[in-house]
Every structure is written in C-alpha cells, then in structure tokens.
C-alpha cells in the first residue's frame, strides 16, 4: 500500500503537560507525548500555529518516523508521567492515517491517545480514529457557517465531529473558542455555542481562549481580559465548566 503524502512527517515533537493541549479535567497532572507535521485544511488568518500549520512540506524542516518509533518513544517517557501520545500542533487529521495507526499500536501498548482538532474532516474519517480517541479537544472557531467560510471550513461539519465524539462513552471531550476579535467575540453567537453544547451534555468543558496578534492579524489587538470574563459568565449559564486560557 502506498502512504499517502505527510505519513509520518514530524516537524514537532515534545513531552507536554497534558493540560497543554488543553484537556484540563481529564488525567491531570500527567504528561502525553506530543507530535505535530506541517499543513492545514483551513486558513485562519489569526493561526496561532501558522510557522507548520500555514505551510507545505518545502516550508518547514521535517523527518519521517514511524507508529511504532512514537509509540516506543512514549513508552520510554513513563517514568516520567507519560501517558499516552497527542496529535496536535498542526492539523492532525490531515494526515489521519498514520494518526489512526499510531493511536492503535498506542492501544495495544497501554497507552492514551489525545486528539487536539479543527474537527473539519469527514464523518468516515472521524468513525475510523474514534475507537482510538481517549480525549479530544476539538477547536470551535465560530457558531456561524459565513464565518466558516470566510476560514474555509464548514461549521455543519465541525458540529458533527463534536456530536460523534459526545456520543462516545470512551472518549473525553473539550472544546475550545479562540476568542477572536470581529469573529468569535459576541455575547450572542457565544450562547449559542454554549446552548448547543449542552444539549449534547452540559459536562463538556468549554474553554475561552484569548487571542493574540498573530499571522494575517499582526496587527489586530489582543482580546479583552475583560471580555472573557463576560463571554465566560454567559457561557455558564449553561456549561458547567467554563475555563479562561491565555490570561
């Protein structure tokens, strides 16, 4: 079989806090060992990881590494607080196959896996890594389909991710908005998100997350501390957890 084209190409590769990723209610205080490749299936022009996520293989260094070395190399990090293998930095599922078969061989070894998405793949993408997915966060850039398209995503499909892994009683789920100035920063398109949330579960853990100049928006100011503080009290009104980030 032919890989497809990014199959065990790594530009990052780290031991990270898990609640890094962020997964902040899930296995805390562990680690996960965190490994990131180069592109991404939408452009956002706030990219917080815009130096891997922005560019193809002839913009950043890589190197090639298999399942099974990942999976060696989180078991050798055991001892200190590794717990599994996070697919993040970049956009995983770009490249969801050989996220697929390293998360199952992490299986087969003990290990977790903690998938941090755009969520904009296919539902046959989703149901073929989600018998692997411990915990995810998945990002929530905007609760309306123009701005998912000025991104050049697509929120129904973003939606359906969320709801495949809310359904599932093995994996852990957060989700994630970036508050961004002009994009995600109205009390009302935040209460919609929070509304819909919770009628998948108001357990999610929900996280507002604040924006700094980066990318296509150099020049735009960081948000508010304020504003998260009133985009957070909204959200509680319907989450349970609501949490700050970037503050």
């Given at each position: 079989m032919v890989a497809p084209e990014?199959?065990?190409?790594i530009t990052s590769l780290a031991l990270d806090p898990i609640e890094k990723k962020p997964i902040a209610h899930w296995k805390q205080g562990s680690t996960v060992l965190?490994?990131?490749s180069y592109g991404c299936n939408m452009h956002c022009p706030f990219c917080q990881n815009a130096s891997i996520a922005q560019v193809d293989a002839t913009g950043v260094p890589w190197r090639e590494?298999?399942?099974?070395?990942?999976?060696?190399a989180a078991c050798g990090l055991r001892d200190r607080g590794c717990v599994g293998v996070a697919y993040t930095y970049n956009e995983p599922l770009v490249t969801w196959e050989f996220l697929r078969d390293t998360a199952a061989l992490a299986h087969e070894a003990g290990l977790v896996n903690v998938l941090v998405s755009n969520g904009f793949a296919s539902e046959q993408v989703v149901e073929q890594i989600?018998?692997?997915?411990?915990?995810a966060n998945i990002d929530l850039k905007c609760f309306t389909a123009e701005g998912y398209r000025k991104l050049s995503g697509d929120l129904g499909t973003v939606k359906r991710t969320i709801e495949l892994l809310a359904a599932l009683p093995t994996c852990h789920l957060e989700v994630t908005t970036l508050?961004?100035?002009?994009?995600?920063?109205?009390a009302e398109q935040i209460e919609e998100m929070?509304?819909?949330?919770?009628?998948l579960d108001p357990a999610i853990p929900y996280h507002l997350t604040r924006f700094f100049p980066q990318h296509r928006m150099s020049d735009?100011?960081?948000t508010p501390i304020a504003t998260l503080h009133e985009l957070a009290s909204v959200a509680e009104?319907?989450?349970?957890?609501?949490?700050l980030g970037n503050v």
């Open positions: 990014g199959y065990g190409r965190s490994l990131g590494v298999t399942p099974e070395e990942v999976v060696h989600a018998p692997f997915v411990d915990a508050v961004v100035p002009g994009l995600s920063d109205d929070a509304q819909w949330l919770a009628s735009v100011p960081p009104r319907h989450l349970h957890t609501v949490l």
